[in-house]
């Protein structure tokens, strides 16, 4: 959505002041452990935009809790494997050979907004070791959530969201559905209800450039939101509106246990 469209579907301008309140409304409380997938077009006009949203949110949640935000790069993998878009067979050995090694520190997130590539530049920031699902973090567990993330399927439990899971934490899905919710990975994995494949990335080892491959399986966001309706039936969650975004907090730990559930059942009534 661009800028002019944001204008005319904003009802006022939202100030780091009043995200304060409404985060606050929504459930939000000091020394929550917190991962948030956002939209920050669908909060309506923001002044200080993706800043203003990052400042609110440290406001509330404090320094005696840890924000997380994913970091992806899906970008940095195997180019074989590439459909979204794929390229031309004839370029996946030079785009090998040429790919900067992941660096945590530079490497951009793609695809997942643009208040956590905003966060990610953050005083205070960590982010964990992946090339492709790294994870940034904030606050009093965010070493914790981001130390050993394992390169083996890299959304599963020896990964930022398995750390979170430990804690017991709390999901914000800020004006996004349930598709973006990466906590699902953690479900399908634990599931091993997915096919398991072999990808690859350059990292740095030792300092130096390496092309590594490693483990990990085929997702399937595309039934997350058939997930998220089933769940809401039988949990509850906190909805309400941050500036124009419909906006859901809900308990992480609950939401894996019940997609592994669910996707269990589903793959177990196709075997039948």
């Avoid at 809790?65 to 030079?94: C, F, K, L, Q, R």
């Avoid at 643009?114 to 492709?132: A, G, K, N, Q, W």
């Avoid at 994870?135 to 993330?149: D, I, L, Q, R, S």
């Avoid at 690859?200 to 491959?213: E, F, N, Q, T, Y």
């Amino acid at each position: 959505m661009g800028e002019t469209e944001v204008i005319k579907r904003s009802d006022k301008v939202y100030t780091r002041e009043i995200l304060n309140k409404e985060f606050t409304k929504l459930g939000l409380k000091p020394g929550m452990n917190l991962i948030i997938h956002s939209s920050l077009s669908k909060i309506g006009w923001v002044t200080g935009g993706p800043v203003a949203v990052i400042y609110s949110l440290m406001d509330i949640i404090t320094e005696q809790g840890t924000i997380i935000m994913p970091a992806h790069s899906g970008n940095y993998s195997d180019p074989d494997n590439w459909s979204n878009p794929p390229v031309p067979e004839n370029w996946i050995y030079d785009i090998k050979e040429n790919m900067p090694a992941f660096n945590k520190e530079v490497t951009p997130t793609r695809g997942i907004g643009i208040i956590p590539e905003i966060f990610r530049t953050f005083p205070d920031v960590l982010r964990s070791y992946h090339p492709c699902f790294s994870f940034t973090a904030w606050g009093k567990n965010a070493e914790y959530v981001t130390k050993n993330h394992s390169l083996n399927f890299g959304l599963g439990d020896n990964s930022p969201l398995g750390k979170l899971y430990n804690l017991d934490g709390h999901i914000l899905l800020l004006g996004v559905d349930y598709d973006r919710n990466t906590s699902f990975h953690l479900s399908e994995v634990r599931s091993e209800a997915r096919e398991e494949f072999e990808n690859a990335a350059p990292i740095l080892v030792d300092g130096k450039r390496v092309w590594k491959s490693f483990k990990d399986i085929s997702f399937n966001s595309d039934v997350f939101n058939e997930i998220g309706r089933d769940f809401e039936e039988e949990n509850d969650i906190i909805e309400g509106k941050i500036g124009l975004a419909t906006s859901k907090l809900f308990k992480q730990r609950k939401a894996v246990d019940f997609a592994k559930k669910w996707i269990k059942a589903k793959e177990a009534n196709k075997e039948n």
